[in-house]
């Protein structure tokens, strides 16, 4: 008989609570005036990673057979139709290329000199808003942070006006304070995240982009046929 009611009671409290389940919009929404800048600083973290994560995929795209129609067009003496190719190739590499092309005549450290500062232009445009991302994975866990002590201080300003608040009150009232600091969290986190994965593409390019350096220097200093 102690069954039954302990199986009565056990269905009475998950169905309570069942209803009490909250959604995650409802659940944000009780974390305070905070919420609201974090909550721009989430959109702009996403708006930044997007935006960066296209510029930097396209920067990144080269045809693997580039190099190898420079080096025959620059053997060959056709050095037109390799500026030809460079110009219409939309991506650093060509345009760090078209830049040495430019300068065929001129001494090798000129020309090194040259492709070194468009790499740097090129490396500049793929870092731009960058660091957006960083800043926001430092700052948010702060905004979370504040609005959880904010929260704290008025909820035992509030509390001390009540001869004897219940355990239950008081857990309940600081779980809602502690989704500042959840968000903040999270949101850092995520733009961490972002931020690392978006300069560990923009490495890559750079790489590419000296590897090609590199093998075009080689290329001049090869005899033309």
Do not use: C, H
Not at 1 to 9: C, E, N, R
Not at 41 to 69: C, H, N, P, Q, T
């Amino acid at each position: 008989m102690f069954d039954i009611f302990l199986q009565v009671d056990t269905l009475s409290t998950a169905a309570s609570t069942a209803g009490k389940t909250e959604s995650v919009w409802s659940l944000l929404t009780k974390g305070g005036p905070l919420m609201i800048p974090l909550g721009i600083l989430f959109a702009l973290a996403v708006f930044v990673f997007i935006e960066r994560l296209i510029a930097i995929r396209k920067a990144s795209k080269i045809e693997d057979s580039f190099m190898s129609i420079i080096r025959d067009n620059i053997i060959n003496g056709n050095v037109t139709a390799a500026r030809s190719l460079a110009k219409n190739t939309d991506n650093p590499v060509a345009r760090m290329i078209d830049k040495g092309l430019q300068r065929i005549g001129k001494p090798i450290d000129a020309i090194e000199k040259s492709m070194d500062n468009v790499g740097k232009l090129e490396m500049y445009k793929m870092e731009k808003n960058l660091s957006i991302l960083s800043v926001i994975s430092r700052i948010a866990p702060l905004f979370g942070f504040v609005g959880t002590i904010v929260g704290l201080v008025l909820l035992l300003k509030e509390f001390a006006t009540i001869s004897n608040p219940s355990v239950s009150q008081i857990a309940d009232a600081m779980y809602i304070k502690l989704i500042t600091s959840a968000s903040g969290l999270i949101i850092g986190m995520l733009a961490y995240l972002g931020y690392s994965y978006l300069d560990t593409q923009i490495n890559r390019t750079a790489n590419r982009m000296e590897a090609a350096s590199s093998e075009f220097i080689d290329i001049l200093q090869e005899p033309t046929r």
